[in-house]
């Protein structure tokens, strides 16, 4: 929806654009607060701070303190929001999501292999057009506002232009995003593949274009190891090494049929992981979605490489590619985060994210604490992505990028709240009853973005 002034109407679709604030402006918000300061499971919910009566200052867009209305006084010259009886969070952090799939969300009835022969690979054709790029890049970004996603790592297609227009809207609406081409020279259509050292050239062009404009960073963005030839996965190391604080992006070990696959295809190496360490993908900023088949060996080897998974438990179970071992990342203190990883999964939403993850973890007889499944969504997600000194809590200095939560959004909700005492349980029905409804409002660097939801209220 888009608001069009003077008339007083909605149209489709809000563009969410970002004026700076004034260079002298302290704002302040008056809510309760919750936010996690380090990992509440692997330590001590210490890690997580609830204020029920707490103020937030937010400075030219950076949070300059937070902490409770009778230790923290509000400027006199200070704006003022005032959100009594509602929730503030920090903004959720999606770590594995596909931009030009959302129009294919929920197709029906393939598991993986297939399911990029039938769906994807048509789908992502498109994406050579600039305006069709241009269109779909804006309606996703408003659909992930509306769901409370203020970061995501995003995958573009093989074409250049799908990343160009889609780091243009970020960047209009001032958001902190990560994305980048596919790489792909093989098993795929002939119309989505490139060369190694075209993927190259073309991913350095978008790196020089777009990596650290303003909140944007670039991925390096192999599809998978199947579609990449061993000189293009070379060719990626390359641009790792040239371009220093760049991230990678890729897929691994998602399905067991994709990975007897790569043991085809890469017979000299002894597992999947293998295959990215021997060409120097595996580091600080890589992104591993999906990790779902993996040994132990493997867990210590991501652990000793300071790289990150991805959990996509809606696509998991979506195209039936298995149940994530969240035990043995924390085992191995392996950085984790959330991804909606649509379109293979089936909903933008991190609230029915992590309801599928609590799920999916039962079935594994191990509980996803409420607290830890937050930080997951939140600071764990920054820090798998190695943005946590910028955005995923409401520590001095970083970014104000934040939701407003309403934690009676539906009849149903709100009864189930209504006699719950601890906030932990409050929050543990929000985690699974909620959904872009209690998304009441989204802050991007101290400034309210007016999504449509947020308009019709």
Not at 369 to 388: I, K
Not at 396 to 401: F, H, L, P, Q, S
Request: with cysteine; aromatic share 8%.
């Amino acid at each position: 929806m888009r608001w069009i002034a003077g008339t007083g109407r909605l149209e489709r679709d809000v563009l969410c654009r970002y004026t700076p604030m004034s260079s002298s402006s302290i704002h302040a918000v008056k809510a309760s607060l919750l936010h996690c300061t380090g990992d509440p499971d692997r330590y001590s919910t210490d890690n997580i701070v609830y204020v029920p009566d707490g103020v937030m200052l937010i400075e030219n867009g950076i949070i300059k303190t937070c902490g409770t209305a009778d230790t923290t006084p509000i400027p006199e010259h200070a704006s003022v929001s005032d959100f009594t009886g509602k929730l503030v969070i920090p903004g959720f952090v999606d770590t594995h999501v596909h931009y030009p799939q959302l129009d294919m969300i929920a197709a029906y009835g393939t598991q993986l292999l297939e399911w990029l022969e039938r769906y994807t690979f048509p789908a992502e054709a498109a994406f050579c057009d600039k305006e069709h790029a241009t269109n779909a890049a804006s309606f996703f970004l408003d659909q992930l506002l509306t769901n409370g996603t203020t970061t995501a790592m995003v995958f573009g297609t093989v074409h250049p232009e799908s990343v160009n227009a889609f780091f243009n809207e970020a960047h209009a609406r001032n958001l902190r995003m990560i994305c980048g081409k596919v790489m792909m020279d093989r098993n795929a259509p002939q119309n989505l593949l490139d060369t190694p050292e075209g993927s190259y050239q073309e991913s350095q062009q978008l790196i020089d274009r777009w990596h650290e404009k303003g909140r944007l960073g670039y991925a390096v963005t192999p599809r998978f190891a199947p579609t990449s030839t061993a000189e293009q996965l070379r060719m990626a190391g390359r641009l790792l090494d040239e371009n220093p604080g760049v991230h990678l992006h890729t897929h691994m070990a998602e399905n067991a049929d994709e990975c007897d696959w790569v043991a085809s295809l890469f017979p000299d190496t002894k597992d999947y992981l293998a295959v990215y360490e021997q060409f120097g993908l595996v580091r600080k900023r890589s992104m591993f979605a999906h990790a779902i088949h993996l040994s132990d060996n493997a867990w210590k080897r991501l652990a000793m490489h300071d790289a990150s998974v991805s959990h996509c438990p809606c696509s998991n179970l979506f195209i039936g590619s298995g149940l994530f071992d969240l035990r043995s990342a924390q085992k191995h203190q392996v950085r984790v985060g959330l991804g909606t990883d649509i379109g293979a999964g089936d909903n933008v939403s991190l609230l029915r994210v992590v309801n599928e993850a609590y799920k999916v973890q039962q079935l594994q007889r191990h509980t996803l604490t409420p607290e830890h499944a937050f930080y997951l969504a939140t600071l764990g997600g920054a820090r798998a992505l190695d943005l946590d000194t910028k955005i995923g809590s409401f520590e001095a200095g970083k970014e104000a990028d934040f939701l407003v939560i309403d934690e009676q959004a539906t009849p149903l909700l709100a009864r189930r709240t209504a006699s719950q005492k601890s906030w932990q349980d409050r929050l543990f029905s929000v985690l699974m009853l909620g959904d872009d409804r209690c998304i009441e409002q989204t802050w991007i660097m101290g400034k309210h973005y007016p999504t449509a939801a947020s308009i019709l209220r």
